[in-house]
């Protein structure tokens, strides 16, 4: 397997408020973290770098190779709600942080296997068999919409605020996350982007990127799509190839 990732500051923003992080453990397996900080400038920085921090160290430090799926999921559980807290326990002693939280999308793949949790509206995609979908679900307003009928795909994907998410990490104690299974073969490709890319990158563009660039530049050459249909966000993507 190979994992590669990037980040831009995007075309509008004064500052790179994502974070991401990704590895490979001994057996071949890999993981990747992919934050996306909100609170201003400072505070989603802070928030996504000691997300991004915190699970890393702890999926890397607590991986074996016999671990079973639900092992890998309470792995990334604890990694996460540990990383929720710190991030709010933060926010509450310092009145300049206030309301700081991040999203989160973070993936162990195994074998023939994907672990994908995420919290917000980061994403994750796979392309297999010259197709791509979808996998996480965003926890966003617009999605709730959507889902209750009161929004078609195109208003969408086209509305003025879906940049409100409904859940984020370290903005309250408590944390619900959403987990993914997915299997994987030989060649799939897994993305994990923050929304400096899926809000600006449609998903047969991503896959067009792909089918025309070698995978060892594929994150750099989203980042360079996103730029050029605007960059109105920072822009990280983590890509692995199983």
């Given at each position: 397997m190979k994992?590669?990732g990037n980040s831009?500051?995007?075309?509008v923003r004064?500052?790179?408020?994502?974070?991401?992080?990704?590895g490979?453990?001994?057996d071949?397996?890999v993981?990747?973290?992919?934050?996306?900080?909100?609170?201003?400038?400072?505070?989603?920085?802070l928030?996504?770098?000691?997300?991004?921090?915190?699970v890393?160290?702890k999926?890397?430090k607590?991986?074996n190779r016999?671990?079973?799926?639900?092992?890998?999921?309470?792995?990334?559980?604890?990694a996460?709600?540990t990383?929720?807290?710190?991030?709010?326990d933060?926010?509450?002693?310092?009145?300049r942080?206030?309301?700081?939280?991040?999203?989160?999308v973070?993936?162990?793949?195994?074998?023939?296997?994907a672990?994908?949790?995420h919290?917000?509206?980061?994403?994750a995609?796979?392309i297999?068999?010259?197709?791509?979908?979808q996998?996480t679900?965003?926890?966003?307003l617009?999605?709730?919409?959507?889902?209750?009928?009161?929004?078609?795909?195109?208003?969408?994907?086209?509305?003025?605020i879906?940049?409100?998410?409904?859940?984020a990490?370290?903005?309250d104690?408590?944390i619900?996350?959403d987990?993914d299974?997915?299997?994987?073969?030989?060649?799939?490709?897994?993305?994990?982007?923050?929304?400096?890319?899926?809000?600006?990158?449609?998903?047969?563009?991503?896959?067009e990127?792909?089918?025309?660039?070698?995978f060892?530049?594929?994150?750099?050459?989203l980042?360079?799509a996103?730029n050029?249909?605007?960059?109105r966000?920072?822009?990280?993507?983590?890509?692995?190839?199983?």
């Amino acid at each position: 397997m190979k994992v590669i990732g990037n980040s831009d500051i995007g075309k509008v923003r004064e500052a790179n408020e994502d974070a991401f992080r990704f590895g490979k453990y001994d057996d071949g397996s890999v993981w990747a973290v992919v934050c996306d900080g909100m609170g201003g400038a400072s505070g989603g920085r802070l928030a996504s770098s000691i997300a991004a921090d915190m699970v890393s160290r702890k999926i890397e430090k607590s991986y074996n190779r016999s671990m079973t799926g639900v092992s890998v999921e309470n792995m990334l559980l604890s990694a996460i709600t540990t990383a929720n807290v710190t991030v709010f326990d933060r926010s509450s002693v310092d009145s300049r942080l206030k309301g700081m939280g991040t999203t989160i999308v973070a993936c162990v793949v195994k074998g023939s296997a994907a672990c994908i949790a995420h919290v917000g509206d980061s994403r994750a995609y796979i392309i297999s068999e010259n197709s791509i979908r979808q996998i996480t679900k965003d926890h966003s307003l617009v999605q709730e919409m959507l889902d209750k009928g009161q929004i078609t795909k195109e208003q969408f994907d086209n509305h003025p605020i879906k940049n409100i998410i409904t859940r984020a990490l370290g903005v309250d104690e408590e944390i619900e996350i959403d987990f993914d299974y997915i299997d994987v073969s030989e060649n799939d490709v897994i993305i994990l982007c923050s929304d400096g890319l899926s809000g600006f990158v449609r998903p047969e563009r991503i896959l067009e990127i792909y089918n025309n660039n070698e995978f060892e530049v594929l994150c750099d050459e989203l980042i360079a799509a996103a730029n050029e249909n605007g960059g109105r966000d920072n822009i990280t993507v983590v890509a692995v190839k199983c």
